[in-house]
T-cell receptor, first 112, second 112 residues
Framework: EDQVTQSPEALRLQEGESSSLNCSYT??????LFWYRQDPGKGPEFLFT???AGEEKEKERLKATLTKKESFLHITAPKPEDSATYLC?????????????FGKGTKLSVIP | KAGVTQTPRYLIKTRGQQVTLSCSPI?????VSWYQQTPGQGLQFLFE???????NKGNFPGRFSGRQFSNSRSEMNVSTLELGDSALYLC???????????FGDGTRLSIL
């Protein structure tokens, strides 16, 4: 059974204070690891897909990295508009391989 | 390009009733997945459809069912509603299930 654990559950940062969110996963075979951002009252918004260990993706102040057991979402010089819940999900290659298994998310608050 | 559209946005029902939720995927996307999101359990996979066929089903009781039409639009039905069914129900689409899934803003279902 695929499992995803995200830490911390919540994170408060001052504007400009860089940090990282962690996503630990277990999956029999990894088809892809996904990062989403979810704002209150909205559905998750797709950010990145990572497919293999060592891969990195960047978008504005966000950078996602992947190892064989973890993924990190690095946030550089965050702004208040980066406040949201960040969700990590995996898609395996085993039976039922079309579903995403999600972690419970990290709620990020960026204080001006 | 229009995103995933879910209707209605909000629903209030009473125990024992049934409900049908609707999802229109992004144009060209043939895979539609449904998820339940609650504060305690996070996002949990319900089922996935591709070309009118259910390919995967999550660990939910038979009261939860779905279908997909030839135009890729999908509906989800919950019968004999229970208080615990109160949740945000999210629909996601992708081209064939192996690309990133894009989510709608969900239907907020409240059971009284």
């Amino acid at each position: 059974e695929d499992q995803v654990t995200q830490s911390p559950e919540a994170l408060r940062l001052q504007e400009g204070e860089s940090s990282s969110l962690n996503c630990s996963y277990t999956v029999s075979g990894l088809r892809g690891l996904f990062w989403y951002r979810q704002d209150p009252g909205k559905g998750p918004e797709f950010l990145f897909t990572l497919y293999s260990a060592g891969e990195e993706k960047e978008k504005e102040r966000l950078k996602a990295t992947l190892t064989k057991k973890e993924s990190f979402l690095h946030i550089t010089a965050p702004k208040p508009e980066d406040s949201a819940t960040y969700l990590c999900a995996v898609q395996g290659t085993g039976a039922g391989s079309y579903q995403l298994t999600f972690g419970k998310g990290t709620k990020l608050s960026v204080i001006p | 390009k229009a995103g995933v559209t879910q209707t209605p946005r909000y629903l209030i029902k009473t125990r024992g009733q049934q409900v049908t939720l609707s999802c229109s995927p992004i144009s060209g996307h043939r895979s539609v997945s449904w998820y339940q999101q609650t504060p305690g359990q996070g996002l949990q996979f319900l089922f996935e459809y591709f070309s009118e066929t259910q390919r995967n089903k999550g660990n939910f009781p038979g009261r939860f069912s779905g279908r997909q039409f030839s135009n890729s639009r999908s509906e989800m039905n919950v019968s004999t509603l229970e208080l615990g069914d109160s949740a945000l129900y999210l629909c996601a689409s992708s081209r064939d299930g192996n690309q990133p899934q894009h989510f709608g803003d969900g239907t907020r279902l409240s059971i009284l």
